[in-house]
């Protein structure tokens, strides 16, 4: 073992002393004051920061649980997705016996739907005068999805694939929404 000499001792020890000493007195500090030294305080008044507007976990859940619903009544097998304003998944159901695309097909005519601001129905009319927006990804151009709107801006939607026909996977989709309005 290699022999430390006194003043190697000393200065390592003011060290160690005076670094336990800080850490004492920043928490010190900190429960006087009541605030955690790494706080970070929000100025909601600062015009750098933007407020959104977005559907809350359990309004996303009821709304796709109400388009399940729907579909169910009327005897099909369907998936059905909530996204945000984003296109992230806020909500993902995969109805029983609904087919092993459903669940990817709700997604993107969700994705679809709120990035446009409108019914993918309407959205899949406009690929006749702009073939190319098929080509974005994540999309897709078929009926079935609908948008969530507050005060005419889009703050989520709704993406419901599985059904025989798009018609019918929109107004599954409308009927989440509808449902957002009770």
Known sequence: MKKISMRTRVLTGTLAAAALAATVGAVSASAET???????????????????????????TRAAQATLDAAAKAGQHVSVAVVDRDGVTRVLL???????????????KAFTAVSWNAPTSELAK??????????????LFLAGGAPVQAKGAPVAAIGVAGAPSGDLDEQFAQAGVAALAK
């Open 126 to 139: 406009r690929l006749a005068q702009a073939p190319n927006l098929k080509d974005i990804p994540g999309t």
């Open 34 to 60: 009541g605030e955690t030294p790494a706080a970070v305080k929000v100025d909601t008044q600062n015009k750098n920061l933007a407020q959104t507007t977005g559907l809350t976990l359990d309004a996303a």
């Open 94 to 108: 995969k109805g029983d016996a609904a087919g092993p695309q459903s669940p990817e097909s709700a997604v993107r």
